[in-house]
């Protein structure tokens, strides 16, 4: 098994990469960083629906689409991006998914631990700091592989991410960065300081070799470079960027596990053609705000009524026959 400590690369180059690795079923593990900010989005998930590409356009921000699992993430140069490799027959690699992020996330843990940061694994695929999200992670199958894309947040621009999602109003957009200054942190947020690359890289070099013992230190090979350009004309071809993904009801932003925000399409006597601002938290609607507010609210009490769905679980379901029912008073 390879150790790729690769110098900063090209923003498509960092996606690519392990792309092209599992497609040959070369194990390895990479560590890099991004020249450019960019951002990425999950296999499930499409750029038209989560990502405003005029604004990326506008800024030079670029913008990939993966083959492997995962929410939306914003990537620049303040991110430690980890990719690991490994065949789905070998040994150590556990039946499910959950099991597979719980085991393999384990060495990033022990990486943030070794420089003073205690970080919680929650399932399926968080490390949390004091209830805080400190990592971005997806995975997934690529080729005969299994593939971990993780990162570990040295500093993070928080008013850039809000900007690069596709937002259905300026209420959305404010609320988004607020939850996820409320549910983020970064290393330089809890220490204070950035370790030096070269230290950090051989901290969690160390950390996977304790699970999956000592690599063999290596440049990028030909054949994986070469790889890359071939799949690169796939994974920008517009039938596969144009893709919006799975069909959803309402415009979602999942900040962590349990923490979403929603902007839920309502029609009835709580907004005539208005929408409901939803945000939940470990699971729960905390709080629910119409869009935008009725000008009789005042007077009426119109706008409270949404206040009936705080405290509900979120589930489509029961959110949709709740709603359902407050059209109908």
């Known amino acids: 098994m390879i150790f790729l400590d690769l110098p900063p ?22 560590l890099t960083t991004s020249v450019e900010p960019y951002v990425c989005v999950g296999f499930s998930q499409g750029i038209p629906v989560e990502v405003d590409s005029e604004y990326c356009r506008a800024h030079d921000i670029g913008v990939f689409r993966r083959e492997i699992g995962g929410g939306t993430v914003f990537i620049d140069k303040d991110q430690l991006l980890i990719q690991l ?5 070998r040994d150590a690699v556990p039946a499910g998914q959950a099991n597979f992020f719980r085991k393999f996330l384990g060495p990033v843990q022990g990486a943030y631990k070794e420089i003073g940061i205690d970080a919680e694994f929650r399932p399926i695929n ?9 990592s971005g992670t997806g995975g ?6 299994n593939v971990l894309a993780t990162n570990m947040l040295l500093d993070f621009d928080f008013d850039r991410m809000s900007r690069v999602l596709r937002c259905p109003s300026e209420e959305f957009r404010s609320a988004v960065r607020r939850m996820m200054e409320e549910n983020l942190t970064t290393v330089k947020n809890e ?4 370790p030096q690359p070269a230290r ?24 994986v470079e070469a790889e890359m350009e071939r799949i690169r004309v796939e994974l920008f071809h517009r039938r596969w ?10 415009r979602e932003v999942k900040v962590r596990e349990g923490c979403y925000l929603a902007q839920v399409p309502f029609d009835g006597k709580v907004s005539e053609k208005g ?21 009789s609210s005042r007077t009426n009490g119109t706008a409270s009524n949404a206040d009936i769905l705080v405290g509900l679980e979120y589930d489509e379901e029961q959110l949709l026959n709740t709603l359902s029912k407050m059209a109908t008073r």
Not at 12 to 20: F, G, I, R, S
Request: charged share 30%; hydrophobic share 40%.
């Open 85 to 89: 490799v490994l065949k789905r027959d």
């Open 275 to 295: 929408e409901i601002l939803l945000e939940v938290r470990e699971g729960k609607i905390t709080k629910a705000t119409v869009i935008p507010p009725p000008p």
């Open 191 to 194: 220490t204070s300081t950035i």
């Open 9 to 30: 690369m090209h923003w498509d180059e960092t996606q690519l990469l392990y792309h092209a690795l599992g497609r040959l079923g070369i194990e390895a593990l990479a």
């Open 200 to 223: 950090l890289r051989q901290v969690v070099k160390e950390q996977f070799e304790g699970l999956l013992g000592p690599f063999e230190a290596s440049e990028l090979p030909y054949q």
């Open 241 to 250: 960027v144009s893709d919006k993904g799975a069909k959803k009801k309402w």
């Open 126 to 134: 968080d490390l949390l700091v004091k209830g805080r999200k400190v």
């Open 140 to 145: 997934g199958e690529v080729g005969s592989c």
